[in-house]
């Protein structure tokens, strides 16, 4: 038995929960994430055609990498647990583990570039948001590939400061970005409020979905970086980095497929007025932060009498319509308001 081998073994065996225990857990969550992707994203096939190209294209190859980083991770599995089974050394080996720095950028640096060219638009296209994003997602893809092409020969206690920058060039820039893209998004949203309760509360839900989706992502990724910085690469990291890009296509997809939901989560509000004859006129109006609104007026003919208002409601969350109306606060008094997400 080699000199190393023996230091591995006895490094492993004195708490092998923490070592094996992380890899067995990220192979699970791994798994059980992509399901949860695959779902999602069949849920998303049935309107992606209103997505625009490069919205498809990042969302293709964001989903891409998640299968691929799924199958390495099986790979890594069945080399570590089957094919070497009883060995030590490779679980104080980079020689798998290093290329999750490659596999990771393809799904977490698709994910990313979707939410800033988001902040983007919200923000009124905003250049200076934009290229601040993505000078934090080049440093980004910089550190892991560094990291795989400077660790994939060494082992965990062997680590210069070199490689360990690339780590933490890693992780850190893309804390940098996620807190760039959040309150980018968070700010722009905002800002679009319009005075109407209709469209605020829609801001509002726009605001949650948008938080609810991006925090953890940023959460797995200052754990990421903390835990390194506090152990370097114990098993426990190797577990973030195993689920990590998942965390992000979650969210990604989440977002997606709630703004379907919200186009059919329609609240409309209906006046009948007399006139000479009767129709309907359409017209849409886009407001900055990508809130639009679409309104239809319609003109029924009484015999000339004036039939007054009537208003419904179809959704609970814009109960309030009726009484918006009545005040007054509706831009128009004769339009029937539906709010989308574009």
């Known amino acids: 038995m080699s000199t190393v081998e023996q230091m591995a073994m006895i490094e492993v065996t004195s708490n092998l929960g923490s070592h094996l225990g992380p890899l067995l857990l990220g192979l699970a969550v791994d798994s059980l994430l992509l399901g949860v992707c695959v779902h999602q994203f069949i849920h998303y096939c049935g309107h992606h055609a209103k997505e625009a190209t490069h ?11 998640a299968v691929a980083g799924t199958i390495f991770t099986w790979a890594t599995s069945m080399h570590m647990f089957v094919y070497n089974y009883g060995l030590y050394e490779q679980f104080t080996s980079c020689d798998w583990i290093a290329w999750y720095g490659v596999l990771d950028p393809l799904t977490k640096i698709s ?25 934090c997602l080049c440093c980004s893809v910089t550190g892991s590939v560094g990291y795989t092409i400077l660790a994939r020969t060494k082992h965990m206690a062997e680590f210069d400061q070199i490689t360990k920058i690339f780590f933490y060039l890693w992780p850190g820039a893309c804390i940098c970005a996620d807190i760039l893209i959040t309150s980018s998004i968070m700010f722009g949203l905002y800002r679009s409020r319009s005075g109407y309760e209709h469209t605020d509360v829609l801001v ?39 689920i990590h890009p998942k965390v992000y296509l979650t969210g990604c997809l989440a977002i997606l497929n709630s703004r379907e939901s919200m186009r059919e989560n329609k ?76």
Request: charged fraction near 15%; include cysteine.
């Open 55 to 65: 919205v498809r294209f990042l969302l293709y190859l964001a989903c891409l990498g």
């Open 111 to 135: 994910v990313q570039a979707f939410y800033a060219e988001r902040a983007w638009r919200i923000n009124k296209r905003n250049y200076f948001i934009l290229v601040a994003i993505g000078i």
């Open 204 to 242: 509002r839900k726009l605001m949650r979905i948008s938080l609810e989706a991006q925090v953890p992502p940023t959460i797995v990724a200052l754990l990421f970086f903390t835990q390194f910085a506090s152990s370097s690469m114990t098993s426990i990291v190797q577990f973030i980095a195993i």
């Open 267 to 342: 609240t409309t509000y209906v006046v009948a007025s007399g006139s000479g004859g009767s129709g309907c006129s359409s017209s849409r109006l886009t407001k900055g932060g990508g809130v639009s609104i679409t309104t239809e007026t319609y003109v029924h003919s009484d015999g000339g009498s004036t039939a007054g208002k009537e208003a419904f409601d179809s959704h609970a969350p814009f109960a309030n319509t009726h009484t918006l109306a009545e005040k007054g606060d509706l831009e128009s008094p004769d339009q029937e308001k539906t709010f989308v997400l574009s």
